[in-house]
């Protein structure tokens, strides 16, 4: 069978077909690094970078998650000293994570989970780099730990990773070019999101008094639309006297279906940082008498929150049209508030650092986190005196939550449509 991938750009449509190259055979050096103190040095407050799989986040080097050692042991170290443009590919933990060297973080040097890639021909780098992230590698990488007791890839498994590659170089540079342009556009909308999310809390440190504030407590918020200055100051209530919460109904695991035909439930798992996610994975029905289960539907502008979890106080998400009528579940949480109060205020609030904080404190169990009914009630909220206030600030601060989703859903379609293009850019392997 000819290695050609479904995608060809059209100036290569007729080049011949790809070879099938080992990586070692592309490489000068395929290294590992050592921890330290196996060889009797200790990491130091500074000095020269030393890289750890913990260091790489969304394919770059971020030092401050990096770790130092002294230049003695940098050098004793020479075997893994790091060069610009080394690619670097995990081999213990989180298996097959990928990055490139940059001169800016150099020196540099790095420990045994980190295999060192250095090729033969620097302008092949692009290329290789974006092969190892596609799912030609991620497959191998599958095969290699589905036979393994513990997830660790050896420096000769790595050396005989299949590179798919074009002969011509400017194919090579194409296609590397193709999705690099992609990356840095998923990078652009990454840091924009970013953006969004520390304007969105700074905006909440302004826009809702601190009661704990250094100088004795805030009953004014720093920064008040002009139109409530004059309207006195916010007072800290408990939330129990403003809201109907409720707890969903205990289903059996025989009750949960998979057929789309029926109700749909809303579980804890379903509920993430600010929305409510589905996936065939995780979707229930009910399939059953419907007749005693209308009070646990819910409604849109409900806020329901994720009661136990590793995530607990941070599940927090507002219902839509598209998730009314679903079925409550036992330990979540349902809130509407009364005529007093506005529901898209009290929402941000349960996204909140303050809510946050106040789970974190009293959620003191030894087991699975939780927070009960009554915790949440007893949380206290600042109201500022006229309703209208707090529909504003809801207004103001939902305008900013609508360009974080929507910012987030352009990155994650964004990643879509490369996994896509990596499919059909790069050939299916065979064996």
């Known amino acids: 069978m000819k290695i050609i991938p479904e995608l060809r750009f059209p100036e290569f449509q007729d080049d011949e077909e790809w070879d099938d190259i080992p990586l070692n055979d592309l490489c000068t050096l395929i290294t590992k690094g050592t921890t330290p103190t196996t060889v009797g040095y200790s990491y130091t407050d500074s000095g020269v970078n030393f890289i750890k799989i913990e260091s790489?986040?969304?394919?770059?080097?971020?030092?401050?998650?990096?770790?130092?050692?002294?230049?003695?042991?940098?050098?004793?170290?020479?075997?893994?000293?790091?060069?610009?443009?080394?690619?670097?590919?995990?081999?213990?933990?989180?298996?097959?994570?990928?990055?490139?060297?940059?001169?800016?973080?150099?020196?540099?040097?790095t420990n045994q989970a980190l295999s060192i890639v250095r090729l033969d021909n620097e302008l092949q780098r692009d290329y290789v780099k974006s092969f190892l992230k596609s799912n030609q590698i991620?497959?191998?990488?599958?095969?290699?730990?589905?036979?393994?007791?513990?997830?660790?890839?050896?420096?000769?498994?790595?050396?005989?990773?299949?590179?798919?590659?074009?002969?011509?170089?400017?194919?090579?540079?194409?296609?590397?070019?193709?999705?690099?342009?992609?990356?840095?556009?998923?990078?652009?909308?990454?840091?924009?999101?970013?953006?969004l999310k520390d304007h969105k809390k700074g905006l909440m440190q302004n826009l809702f008094p601190n009661p704990s504030s250094s100088s004795g407590g805030e009953s004014v918020p720093k920064y008040r639309f002009p139109e409530f200055e004059n309207d006195g100051e916010w007072v800290e209530k408990k939330l129990k006297n403003y809201i109907d919460l409720f707890s969903g109904v205990a289903l059996k695991s025989e009750e949960l279906s998979d057929d789309e035909s029926g109700t749909p439930i809303l579980r804890g798992i379903n509920i993430t940082e600010g929305f409510i996610r589905h996936s065939k994975d995780i979707d229930k029905y009910f399939l059953g008498d419907l007749e005693n289960l209308e009070k646990y539907f819910v409604k849109k502008n409900d806020i329901v929150i994720g009661m136990d979890g590793s995530k607990v106080g941070k599940n927090v998400a507002l219902?839509?049209?598209?998730?009314?009528?679903?079925?409550?579940?036992?330990?979540?949480?349902?809130?509407?508030?009364?005529?007093?109060?506005?529901?898209?205020?009290?929402?941000?609030?349960?996204?909140?650092?303050?809510?946050?904080?106040?789970v974190d404190i009293v959620n003191t169990s030894s087991g699975i986190p939780h927070i009960s009914a009554q915790q949440i009630k007893d949380s206290k909220v600042g109201f500022p005196p006229k309703i209208q206030e707090q529909q504003k600030i809801a207004s103001c601060l939902s305008a900013v939550d609508e360009l974080i989703t929507a910012t987030a859903e352009r990155i994650a379609q964004l990643q879509q449509h490369k996994k896509g293009l990596m499919q059909g850019l790069f050939p299916k392997m065979e064996g």
């Open 56 to 109: 790489i986040l969304e394919g770059e080097i971020n030092l401050e998650k990096a770790a130092f050692i002294s230049l003695e042991c940098n050098e004793a170290l020479k075997r893994s000293q790091l060069k610009e443009n080394d690619i670097l590919i995990s081999i213990a933990g989180a298996l097959g994570v990928v990055t490139t060297v940059r001169n800016k973080i150099l020196p540099a040097n």
């Open 319 to 358: 219902i839509t049209k598209e998730d009314e009528n679903s079925i409550l579940i036992q330990r979540v949480a349902r809130i509407r508030t009364n005529t007093e109060i506005d529901i898209n205020f009290v929402y941000q609030y349960f996204i909140s650092d303050k809510f946050r904080s106040y």
């Open 138 to 195: 991620s497959s191998e990488i599958s095969k290699i730990k589905a036979g393994a007791a513990q997830p660790n890839i050896s420096l000769s498994q790595v050396s005989n990773f299949r590179i798919l590659i074009p002969l011509n170089p400017q194919e090579q540079q194409k296609i590397a070019s193709c999705l690099s342009s992609l990356d840095e556009l998923i990078a652009a909308h990454s840091q924009k999101l970013d953006l």
